[in-house]
Each structure stands twice: as C-alpha cells, then as structure tokens.
C-alpha cells in the first residue's frame, strides 16, 4: 500500500484527511475535530549486500477528537484491518489545544 492509497482509504471514514497538517485559509480554514493527521516517523528498511533492499516506512496516523470517541476510533481500524496493515495504538491528551489524539502506528512496506 502506497501513502496515497492509505490516505484515500482513510478518506472513506468520512473523517477530513491530511498530511502532517492541515493549513488554514480565510477561504478554505482547518477542519473541526474529529480529523486525521498522518505523518512519516521513520524508516524500517530491510539491508542487503549494502543496499536498502526493501523500503519499509514507518507512520503515524493521528486521529485527533475533541473527547475520547470509541467509534471514530473503530471506523479508523476498520479500515486498518481491512487493509491488512497492523498497528500500535497509543493516546496522549494534549492540554494546550483540549485534543484527545489517538496514534496508530503502522508500517508500509515499499510505499
């Protein structure tokens, strides 16, 4: 699964998808919560014969509410199992903006 393919199916939420951010205009401003943020974390690539065999990327997918909400959060990975991609799952509050944030990490291999 390539990024793009990840970010259309997380599209199929309904929730607003975007990558690291979304940036606010007059004309189109940032989205409400609940929305998603996915972000590169690092890479995990597999090395041979002093090469990056194969590339393995590493990612948040950042589910941000304004409270806890077990069903946006089961839309989310639903469609993570549907894909097949496993992942971690870790939640922060962060005080500064009131936002729930719930992260999935997740791995793409060779996209």
Do not use: H
């Amino acid at each position: 699964m390539t990024l793009a393919e990840l970010k259309t199916a997380l599209e199929g939420t309904g929730l607003p998808v975007a990558y690291r951010e979304f940036i606010s205009t007059v004309e189109n401003p940032a989205p409400a919560p609940p929305f998603i943020c996915i972000q590169f974390a690092n890479s995990d690539d597999v090395m041979a014969d002093n090469q990056n065999y194969k590339g393995i990327g590493n990612y948040d997918v950042e589910l941000y509410a304004e409270l806890k909400d077990q069903t946006t959060e089961g839309l989310v990975e639903a469609v993570l199992q549907t894909n097949r991609l496993a992942w971690r799952k870790s939640e922060y509050y962060i005080e500064t903006e009131k936002f729930n944030q719930v992260v999935y990490e997740i791995q793409l291999i060779g996209g």
